[in-house]
């Protein structure tokens, strides 16, 4: 038979079957829908960030900067104007201000173009400034409670590089009007821009902190080169778009390579549905094959046949998944006013090409069982054949062989407490092996678990669970090769909830041990403080308080009685008020709280002392103040609060009488809500560029949002192959449908009512489901209690049962959902199918 005529036959075949299509092209559909969207967004993502990410303008050329010790002086910015090819100079001044109303953070202030080719901000509302005493605001900052457009803001600039002002000096306070509001990069984040001019004069700097060339004629490189070697040390030359490239964060590459992985798995996984589906599909079409061979077609015209089949298949699945990828990535742009995607055809096409190579892969064994069908098939009158489900000896010796690496690795990564690279590549070696061993044992193994249902199915349900349980074994291969998909796809999200609520618990727990407190206030460490008695009483007073701990610190020296000495800080507190301060604390006999005469020591002074808790130890400062403690307890250098010598404000009073409050720790009497505490403390505190505050309590609320999203992410990546292995779930169930086809007619024919049918349908998809859930859970906690040596000092073991939970409902649910379909198929068999000759 000629080649041409097999490849028109081939053509008519998909043309004639267009559900074989279906069944073989929606699982490659759904991937190569992913496949594409990861390649659309992470080309759009990297595009957004050349443009949003970048701290200088498609305009400039090269960056002048400075070391940090010295401004550039007007003299120097007017030399950078003679360089040859320089075309423009734009200096730029940077510092930070207090807002009043905004809390007591520093908010960057930056002094440069607002309009030209070296404008990095594109107006929103308003307009940019052209006074003296006008100001633009970032998106993020004019969200803020009165920071509108047309409001009156104060500034209190805060002395940096270059300033004439010293940092104890008065605040010093500046009235500017909101003229606008700016899209600006995302490295500005909540700043507050105006003109140079402007910036420069209310910083009371002298200078410019950085110059911006705009070089239209040159190579960028040889203007730098020639402005480093005027400028000589001292100052930072780079051309533009070096910084423009190093502005990309690595994590999009990160992101980039997670996608792929994961839209991989999920490749593999629906290759595996593909190609147990081809292998049913060339039972129900074996005597059209012999025939083939009966006419003169030879084996490896027969395998071409097959395979071009697939090959049609996956371009057709590929084009259209491609094709829905870029349709829903113009609508998500279309409805939240983003920029349009970023469309790159080459690796689009390389993704449909990936769509056919994993057809054809999917069916190279089916096509050479199709090229042994011999031709005496063709004179069967059976509709189907059962291919076998007995696994072999080699299956049996090679799923045996994983199993025992993967307990291997178990015992070695895992039980044997190995950490880092070792702990995370011996889990994925580990789930790779005994994923292997799914694949190569399955067909048994679903056959032993069918077995031990059988009974407790059949009196739950009746006839309906018998039948569902007899047709789960009844096509034990395809079935298993099913749920080992399903499995993994359900092992990975199992994963997930324990890796990551894991280190949710165990960072939040470090957090709390370190930062026991929701903020502390910090005063200047010199000169007078800003923490008068009448600012610690206002802070005190407010009903949003629970805690409030003065401390009050100078520099000294601690001996032991050995004769070591070694010269730390010495803090004057009261941790009763705030017991967490104690919390980790290496305790002497007596045990309870510091008290008099007693001193609290970091763990790095107790062995420069060579000290322990019950010994005395001597402290001198400044000033000829000294007395002695006993050492009550040895607490870890990371809790930086206590300081390397802590005792109560009694014995701080002998060694510095004088010494002023330089900060305070406070408590939110709403621990769940440390926001809270920000409007108070705004009110009560005066608006000195000395204080500084710091809210470790939002930074563990903001670490528990950062988990969340991260879970939500995370889970989104592994719904992918959740989602392939529902298809192929509906896809396996569908072919069962279509095998059971005369059995179902006369099951009709005797009085089973097609609602029944449905019932038999879906209690098979619930078993199915309940077997891969299970299983996928329970590994999923195991492997995922395993990958936290890979993270060691950041998790504390913990198996989120409610959220594991809620994960078996769901997945029996989605799985019961992805039988719908197939249920309503079975229902609709007529009576009269039994009447068909086979």
Same mark, same amino acid.
């Given at each position: 038979m000629r080649a041409s005529g097999l490849t028109k036959a081939a053509i008519r075949q998909i043309a004639a079957r267009p559900s074989r299509l279906l069944l073989t092209g929606c699982t490659l559909m759904v991937t190569a829908f992913f496949l594409a969207g990861s390649i659309v967004f992470t080309d759009t993502l990297k595009r957004q960030l050349a443009d949003d990410l970048s701290p200088v303008a498609a305009g400039t050329a090269v960056v002048v900067g400075t070391d940090g010790t010295q401004p550039l002086d007007d003299?120097?910015?007017?030399?950078?104007?003679?360089?040859?090819?320089?075309?423009?100079?734009?200096?730029?001044?940077?510092?930070?201000?207090?807002?009043?109303?905004?809390?007591?953070?520093?908010?960057?202030?930056?002094?440069?173009?607002?309009?030209?080719?070296?404008s990095v901000i594109r107006p929103l509302q308003g307009t940019l400034p052209d006074g003296p005493g006008e100001v633009v605001l970032t998106r993020m900052l004019a969200d803020l409670p009165g920071m509108g457009v047309g409001s009156?803001?104060?500034?209190?600039?805060?002395?940096?590089?270059?300033?004439?002002?010293?940092?104890? #000096?008065?605040? $010093?306070?500046?009235?500017?009007?909101?003229?606008?509001?700016?899209?600006?990069?995302?490295?500005?984040?909540?700043?507050?821009?105006?003109t140079p001019t402007n910036a420069r004069s209310w910083l009371g700097t002298d200078g410019w902190q950085q110059t911006l060339l705009r070089v239209p004629d040159?190579?960028?490189?040889?203007? *730098?080169?020639?402005?480093?070697?005027?400028?000589?040390?001292?100052?930072?030359?780079?051309?533009?778009?070096?910084?423009?490239?190093?502005?990309?964060?690595?994590?999009?590459?990160?992101?980039?390579?997670?996608?792929?992985?994961f839209v991989v798995v999920a490749l593999l996984a629906g290759t595996l549905i593909v190609s147990t589906t081809y292998r049913v599909l060339l039972v129900r079409d074996q005597t059209r094959l012999a025939l083939l061979r009966c006419v003169g077609a030879r084996p490896g015209q027969v395998m071409r046949s097959v395979l071009l089949q697939a090959a049609g298949s996956g371009l057709i699945a590929g084009a259209?998944?491609? #094709?829905?990828?870029?349709?829903?990535?113009?609508?998500?742009?279309?409805?939240?006013?983003?920029?349009?995607?970023?469309?790159?055809?080459?690796?689009?096409?390389?993704?449909?090409?990936?769509?056919?190579?994993?057809?054809?892969?999917?069916?190279?064994?089916?096509?050479?069982?199709?090229?042994?069908? *011999?031709?005496?098939?063709?004179?069967?009158?059976?509709?189907?054949?059962?291919?076998?489900?007995?696994?072999?000896?080699?299956?049996?010796l090679i799923g045996?062989?994983?199993?025992?690496?993967?307990?291997?690795?178990?015992?070695?990564?895992?039980?044997?407490?190995?950490?880092?690279?070792?702990?995370?590549?011996?889990?994925?070696?580990?789930?790779?092996?005994?994923?292997?061993?799914?694949?190569?044992?399955?067909?048994?193994?679903?056959?032993?678990?069918?077995?031990?249902?059988?009974?407790?199915?059949?009196?739950?349900?009746?006839?309906?669970?018998?039948?569902?349980?007899?047709?789960?074994?009844?096509?034990?291969?395809?079935?298993?090769?099913?749920a080992t998909v399903l499995t993994l796809g359900f092992t990975m999200v199992a994963a997930v909830l324990v890796t990551l609520a894991s280190v949710e618990k165990g960072t939040d727990r470090r957090l709390r041990e370190r930062d026991p407190v929701d903020v502390v206030l910090d005063a200047s460490r010199t000169g007078p403080s800003a923490l008068t008695p009448a600012v610690v009483k206002a802070v005190a007073a407010?009903?949003?308080?629970?805690?409030?701990?003065?401390?009050?610190?100078?520099?000294?020296?601690?001996?032991?009685?050995?004769?070591?000495?070694?010269?730390?800080?010495?803090?004057?507190?009261?941790?009763?008020?705030?017991?967490?301060?104690?919390?980790?604390?290496?305790?002497?006999?007596?045990?309870?709280?510091?008290?008099?005469?007693?001193?609290?020591?970091?763990?790095?002074?107790?062995?420069?002392?060579?000290?322990?808790?019950?010994?005395?130890?001597s402290l001198r400062v400044s000033g000829g103040?000294?007395?002695?403690?006993?050492? *009550?307890?040895?607490?870890?250098?990371?809790?930086?609060?206590?300081?390397?010598?802590?005792?109560?404000?009694?014995?701080? #009073?002998?060694?510095?009488?004088?010494?002023?409050?330089?900060?305070?720790?406070?408590?939110?009497?709403?621990?769940?809500?440390?926001?809270?505490?920000?409007?108070?403390?705004?009110?009560a505190l005066p608006l000195n560029a000395s204080l500084h505050l710091s809210y470790p309590g939002e930074d563990r609320a903001s670490l528990r949002q950062l988990i969340s999203q991260l879970r939500i992410t995370a889970l989104g990546l592994v719904g992918i192959t959740v989602l392939v292995s529902l298809v192929g779930v509906a896809i396996t169930l569908t072919l069962s449908s279509m095998e059971r086809e005369r059995e179902n007619g006369v099951l009709r024919a005797v009085g089973m009512r097609g609602s029944r049918l449905r019932s038999v349908m879906a209690w098979e998809a619930g078993l199915l489901g309940l077997y891969?859930?299970?299983?996928?859970?329970?590994?999923?906690?195991?492997?995922? $209690?395993?990958?936290?040596?890979?993270?060691?000092?950041?998790?504390?073991?913990?198996?989120?049962?409610?959220?594991?939970?809620?994960?078996?409902?769901?997945?029996?649910?989605?799985?019961?959902?992805?039988?719908?379909?197939?249920?309503?198929?079975?229902?609709?068999?007529?009576?009269?199918?039994a009447l068909r000759a086979g």
């Open positions: 003299k120097r910015v007017e030399e950078l104007k003679n360089v040859p090819g320089v075309a423009e100079v734009q200096p730029v001044a940077t510092g930070s201000v207090l807002l009043k109303g905004a809390g007591r953070d520093p908010y960057p202030l930056i002094g440069t173009a607002l309009t030209g080719p070296q009156r803001i104060t500034l209190v600039p805060q002395a940096g590089v270059g300033s004439a002002t010293s940092q104890d #000096a008065p605040a $010093r306070t500046v009235t500017v009007k909101v003229s606008g509001v700016v899209q600006a990069p995302s490295a500005m984040g909540t700043a507050v821009l105006t040159r190579p960028a490189a040889d203007v *730098a080169s020639t402005v480093q070697a005027e400028l000589g040390r001292g100052f930072s030359v780079r051309t533009a778009s070096k910084l423009r490239a190093e502005s990309g964060p690595k994590w999009v590459t990160t992101v980039s390579t997670l996608l792929t992985i259209v998944g491609t #094709a829905a990828a870029i349709c829903c990535a113009f609508a998500i742009t279309g409805i939240t006013a983003l920029p349009d995607p970023a469309i790159s055809a080459p690796s689009l096409s390389a993704g449909v090409l990936v769509s056919v190579l994993a057809a054809l892969v999917a069916a190279m064994p089916a096509a050479r069982a199709a090229a042994r069908v *011999a031709p005496v098939a063709a004179l069967s009158v059976a509709a189907t054949r059962h291919a076998p489900d007995r696994i072999g000896r080699t299956r049996a045996a062989l994983c199993l025992g690496c993967a307990l291997l690795l178990i015992a070695l990564a895992g039980l044997g407490g190995a950490g880092g690279a070792v702990a995370a590549g011996g889990s994925v070696a580990s789930a790779v092996a005994l994923f292997g061993c799914l694949l190569a044992l399955g067909p048994a193994l679903l056959r032993r678990a069918t077995l031990a249902l059988q009974q407790p199915v059949r009196a739950v349900a009746g006839l309906d669970g018998a039948l569902a349980v007899r047709n789960l074994g009844r096509a034990a291969r395809r079935t298993a090769a099913c407010q009903p949003e308080t629970d805690a409030v701990v003065p401390v009050t610190r100078v520099d000294g020296v601690a001996l032991g009685g050995n004769g070591r000495y070694r010269e730390t800080e010495i803090r004057g507190l009261d941790p009763a008020a705030i017991p967490a301060l104690l919390a980790d604390s290496q305790r002497d006999s007596h045990g309870g709280d510091l008290r008099r005469g007693q001193a609290a020591i970091s763990t790095s002074v107790a062995q420069s002392l060579g000290v322990r808790p019950g010994d005395r130890i103040g000294q007395s002695s403690a006993e050492v *009550a307890l040895i607490h870890p250098d990371d809790a930086y609060m206590l300081g390397g010598v802590a005792v109560l404000p009694g014995d701080f #009073a002998e060694l510095a009488p004088s010494a002023p409050v330089r900060s305070l720790y406070i408590t939110a009497v709403h621990r769940d809500n440390p926001l809270s505490l920000r409007a108070p403390l705004d009110r891969a859930a299970v299983l996928g859970v329970t590994l999923g906690s195991l492997y995922g $209690r395993m990958m936290l040596g890979a993270l060691p000092g950041l998790s504390s073991p913990t198996i989120p049962y409610g959220q594991l939970t809620v994960t078996l409902v769901g997945a029996l649910a989605l799985v019961l959902g992805a039988s719908v379909i197939p249920a309503l198929r079975s229902a609709a068999v007529s009576p009269m199918t």
